[in-house]
């Protein structure tokens, strides 16, 4: 079974500009989350989105949205760009719905970069 | 809101080696489950283990085994016999059982940076 994939790898933007992430989930899996890697906070959720619609949202500004296709790709985007921005952005794919199956596998992520 | 705190920015360890990497967490959920991942340089998020709140038995992957203590909230990953590869950042991470709920999600803590050394 193929992985998670999420393109492009690497990003270079800058500041005020706009970005649309993209990622694959593993084929069968319904549920796809997106986390914000950064040195200085870690690893914070983002969203959830699971058969099209949002079902978790983390703390973060409107400037950070999310949609999810019936294929269960998914993607993210954020407006208005900040330095702050800058950061790994990583997807991650569960099937959710089986109590047995409930890990939830990353993809390799996006590297943002906003200058 | 759920916390995870791993104590222990940096470990080293010999090759050939046993390490332990320590996690405690909060929350006042009674179900839920608690995971180990590691990020390699390459940044790809590798599940190492988890482990059911429920069960009392540790969890066990090959060299790799938990000290899970639920009453104390803590959650340790131990490494037997360490290998070169195992060099990478440890994130113990918690996330709630309820499926319908909005703490469906993986909270980490903020990593344990291990290096093996040959």
Known sequence: KAGVTQTPRYLIKTRGQQVTLSCSPISGHRSVSWYQQTPGQGLQFLFEYFSETQRNKGNFPGRFSGRQFSNSRSEMNVSTLELGDSALYLCA?????????????????????VT | AQTVTQSQPEMSVQEAETVTLSC?????????????????????????????AYKQQNATENRFSVNFQKAAKSFSLKISDSQLGDAAMYFCAYRSADSGGSNYKLTFGKGTLLTVNP
């Open chain 1, 93 to 113: 794919s569960s099937s959710r719905t089986a109590s047995f199956s409930y890990e939830q596998y990353f993809g390799p992520g996006t590297r943002l970069t």
């Open chain 2, 24 to 52: 405690t967490y909060d929350t006042s959920e009674s179900d839920y489950y608690l995971f180990w991942y590691k990020q390699p340089p390459s940044r790809q998020m590798i599940l190492v283990i988890r482990q059911e």
